[in-house]
């Protein structure tokens, strides 16, 4: 059992501000970590960024709930904000509650904080957060933020809620100036100059939150909750001197921080390096790691890096370990639109105009490879615009919808494909790899 501070801040829907409340309260506690629900690898990569503030992600489809709770526990410092995903009992089908953010607050007995977007309404606010008080009443509804709301109609909302509906308000936002919205872009563009006016923004987003959030009260809840209850994960070390290189920079740069953690909790060490900038990749590198990113942004620059692709090349055909997930795999294809990528991989990939394959699976092994004996599998997740000439025949792919395809390029090798994988959703295929990676030291 640990104790560990925590709130979640859930929402009544997708753009109904969790966000911007989860950001003006990092901004605001001295002592704080952060988690998102879900696969989502944008908001943890701007609160490590953009706040400086620790990040990670708790996905009730790719861990168990013990693994999810350890990772909480494991991750936590100070007190633990977790920003939910969607509508709070959105999950993986319409029908169903699972994988939402509901499901993580009940899994770690977490008191949630419910969003609402008020534009547009007062009094009609109220059957709203009756429906959410009553549709379900296994977990800690412990209030509500309103958002959107204007000063002069706040105090008679809140008069309103907290006498008919006994649940506490914890303050509001009204709507917020021009300059201080950040718009949806693509964190990889995000440069220097723009982290620093980016700060500036949640400096005074903090500001104005502190004078209408009562933020003591959130505090004194996060502190007052149950200890986290669970049985610890062993992972010791099965290596000292293996050495994995590790792509990142801003064409690559999706990575689960969990996931380079159990790399280096298994022994490895990570060396980083950029395709985009560096000659070649780390000359003593056992393995390699090619996450997704931002790719087809930066087409003509990876493809101009030559003695890079070349360096990279020559790791394939000397038959070393590689992982690389959807970005990283498309890299390794023979072009991505017109632009010459590594060409280790007989495929060419274009760009469309909407989201392919999008979603969870399960990927199944259809014959022994670097991860996976035949049978065995792992979970992951697809997000991207791309397709390619071949994805791959590895593995059976099966979404919670019972939808199945085809996926993945896998040998003894090489594991490549659009699906970006869990790896404490089966942490025997780290090991597999780092195993692969030793008896390429040796």
């Known amino acids: 059992m640990q104790n560990t501070p925590r709130i979640l801040i859930a929402g009544t829907n997708s753009g109904c501000g969790k966000t911007t409340i989860t950001c003006a309260l990092l901004s605001i506690l001295k002592n704080a970590s952060s988690f998102k629900c879900g696969p989502d690898y944008i908001d943890p990569m701007f609160h490590g960024k953009i706040l400086g503030v620790p990040s990670s992600n708790l996905d009730p489809f790719f861990y168990d709930a013990n693994t999810l709770k350890n990772l909480l526990?494991?991750?936590?410092?100070?007190?633990?904000?977790?920003?939910?995903?969607?509508?709070?009992?959105?999950?993986?089908?319409?029908?169903?509650?699972?994988?939402?953010?509901?499901?993580?607050?009940?899994?770690?007995?977490?008191?949630?904080?419910?969003?609402?977007?008020?534009?547009?309404?007062?009094?009609?606010?109220?059957?709203?957060?009756?429906?959410?008080?009553?549709?379900?009443?296994?977990?800690?509804?412990?209030?509500?933020?309103?958002?959107?709301?204007?000063?002069?109609?706040?105090?008679?909302?809140?008069?309103?809620?907290?006498?008919?509906?006994?649940?506490?308000?914890?303050?509001?936002?009204?709507?917020?100036?021009?300059?201080?919205?950040?718009?949806?872009?693509?964190?990889?563009?995000?440069?220097?100059?723009?982290?620093?006016?980016?700060?500036?923004?949640?400096?005074?987003?903090?500001?104005?939150?502190?004078?209408?959030?009562?933020?003591?009260?959130?505090?004194?809840?996060?502190?007052?909750?149950?200890?986290?209850?669970?049985?610890?994960l062993e992972v010791k070390p099965i290596c000292k001197d293996t050495r994995i290189a590790v792509a990142y920079d801003k064409a690559f740069c999706f990575y689960y921080k969990d996931n380079l953690n159990i790399l280096k909790k298994l022994g490895a060490t990570l060396t980083y390096f950029s395709p985009l900038e560096d000659v070649q990749m780390p000359e003593d590198a056992d393995g390699l790691y090619l996450g997704g990113g931002y790719p087809e942004l930066y087409l003509e620059q990876l493809s101009k890096n030559v003695s890079m692709k070349e360096s990279i090349l020559k790791f394939l055909e000397d038959k070393k370990p590689v992982i690389a997930e959807c970005g990283g795999f498309m890299y390794l294809t023979k072009q991505i639109q017109d632009y010459k990528m590594v060409g280790y991989i007989d495929a060419n990939c274009e760009l469309t105009q909407k989201l392919v394959r999008f979603g969870y699976a399960t990927f199944t092994a259809k014959h022994d490879n670097l991860l996976c004996k035949k049978g065995e599998c792992f979970k992951g997740h697809e997000f991207h615009y791309s397709n390619s000439t071949n994805n791959g025949t590895s593995y059976t792919a099966i979404k919670p919808s019972k939808i199945e395809w085809e996926a993945i390029i896998a040998d003894e090798n090489l594991y490549a494909g659009y699906p970006h994988i869990s790896f404490y959703s089966n942490i025997d295929i780290v090991r597999n790899f780092i195993y692969r990676c030793k008896e390429i030291d040796t």
Do not use: W
């Open 73 to 232: 526990a494991e991750n936590a410092e100070g007190i633990a904000v977790i920003e939910g995903v969607m509508g709070f009992y959105d999950g993986m089908t319409i029908d169903d509650t699972a994988g939402s953010t509901y499901e993580v607050s009940k899994i770690t007995n977490t008191p949630v904080i419910l969003t609402i977007n008020c534009r547009g309404m007062a009094y009609s606010v109220l059957p709203i957060i009756e429906g959410f008080l009553n549709h379900k009443k296994d977990y800690n509804l412990a209030g509500v933020i309103l958002n959107n709301i204007s000063s002069m109609t706040y105090p008679k909302i809140k008069n309103l809620i907290e006498q008919k509906l006994n649940i506490k308000v914890f303050g509001y936002l009204e709507k917020l100036p021009e300059d201080l919205i950040l718009e949806s872009r693509h964190l990889g563009l995000v440069t220097a100059n723009e982290i620093e006016n980016i700060k500036k923004k949640l400096v005074r987003l903090g500001e104005i939150a502190r004078k209408t959030i009562d933020i003591e009260e959130i505090i004194k809840v996060a502190n007052c909750v149950p200890a986290l209850n669970y049985t610890k």
